[in-house]
């Protein structure tokens, strides 16, 4: 009898990928589901990142095999986007990888740093991924608690009482996915002190520093960091680009070369007119990321703030990113109790904070993908079927 590899008992089906098959079965049955789970913009790429793609593919001669290191062109217009934004010098040459999205890159840095049966230090609430590939590649998670108190950054004294002999890697999100919590230079100045003396590798995944966030930082802005530490960086939420699958992590050169090692032996490089469209995209002018990613998130945000308060959530109104994370009521016993009842009877997907870790247990995640009517069409349904109880 055929069995599958013992490695697929360690995960789970994707929450996501899971629950979307009951939404669409609901949506078959005349249910008309509106879903503000994902976290995928809705909104076009920039008109010269679309023409410039338009343009490539018809070139007869852009579809052939690209290096896995990316073209010139691409690799420049990532550096001079981190100059231009967060005044961080990258050689363009030897100090940036382009990637297929971030979730490629959590793959490729954990193949090259951390051997089966080591760490990983992963955030509690974090991004699935950070765990599921962990897990899939041999090695032992270990959590460290994110905290709504401590404004959802790491509590360093608890980092140096645990035992960190086998830890290689620290998994980092700034700003917070799914909390909102900010990037805080102080927070970033720690962890490259952290990585330096526990020789680990830190790597921030920077893909929301845009939206809704009026100063984008970036963990290399600290002196000595592409020492010791990696940063990812998609174009997935800034640009508008998720399907496209084009992302990139910098640090320092030998870094860079082990990490090439994995992924050349795994992929063939991504299509010509991809990379040059991406590389047009990174040369977006302030106001059209002011649009984009301030003022049209901005509209959209006070209707999720509104459908918080009208189920009695609590949130920071400071919090950045495409989410709106809140806090749910003392008398539900969980967030999926609450999520299953806007599910099935307003008939709005929302997503419960437990699929991010137990610290989300009593949380709740709204995205802002979605146009403006149907926000409004999810906030009359809430308030509808579930009105605020009377306490």
Request: net charge neutral; glycine share 6%.
């Amino acid at each position: 009898m055929i069995v599958p590899a013992e490695r697929l008992k360690l995960v789970s089906e994707y929450y996501f990928s899971r629950k979307l098959k009951e939404v669409a079965q609901m949506n078959a049955e005349g249910k008309d589901i509106i879903s503000l789970a994902i976290g995928s913009p809705d909104m076009p790429p920039s008109q010269q990142t679309i023409d410039k793609l338009c343009e490539v593919a018809k070139n007869p001669n852009a579809h052939g095999y690209q290096p896995t290191v990316g073209i010139p062109e691409l690799r420049n217009a990532m550096a001079d986007f981190y100059k231009r934004w967060y005044n961080v010098d990258l050689d363009p040459q030897t100090e940036i990888q382009p990637l297929i999205g971030s979730k490629e890159g959590i793959l490729h840095v954990t193949l090259a740093f951390v051997n089966p049966g080591e760490q990983v230090l992963v955030p509690n609430p974090g991004y699935p991924t950070y765990t599921s590939l962990s897990k899939i590649l041999g090695a032992e998670i270990v959590n460290y608690n994110l905290l709504e108190d401590n404004g959802w950054q790491p509590d360093f004294e608890a980092l140096e009482k645990m035992d960190l002999t086998k830890v290689k890697l620290m998994w980092t999100n700034y700003p917070n996915m799914p909390t909102g919590g900010a990037a805080r230079m102080e927070t970033y100045e720690r962890l490259v002190a952290f990585a330096q003396k526990h020789q680990i590798v830190v790597v921030n995944d920077n893909p929301y520093s845009f939206i809704l966030n009026e100063k984008p930082m970036s963990l290399l802005q600290v002196p000595g960091a592409k020492d010791c530490c990696i940063e990812f960086n998609s174009m997935s939420k800034s640009h508008n680009m998720p399907g496209w699958r084009v992302g990139m992590l910098a640090t320092n050169a030998q870094f860079v070369q082990w990490i090439l090692k994995i992924k050349s032996n795994i992929d063939s490089g991504t299509f010509r007119g991809i990379q040059l469209a991406a590389a047009e995209a990174y040369r977006n002018d302030p106001e059209w990321h002011r649009e984009a990613n301030i003022e049209t998130y901005g509209r959209r945000r006070r209707y999720a703030e509104e459908i918080l308060k009208v189920l009695g959530c609590s949130f920071d109104p400071n919090q950045v990113g495409m989410f709106l994370w809140g806090k749910i009521p003392a008398h539900y016993s969980n967030a999926e109790e609450l999520t299953e009842r806007v599910l099935h009877e307003a008939r709005v997907f929302i997503t419960p904070g437990f699929i991010f870790g137990s610290n989300g247990e009593r949380y709740i995640r709204i995205s802002l993908c979605a146009k403006e009517e149907k926000l409004e069409a999810a906030l009359r349904r809430v308030k509808k079927t579930l009105p605020l109880p009377s306490l």
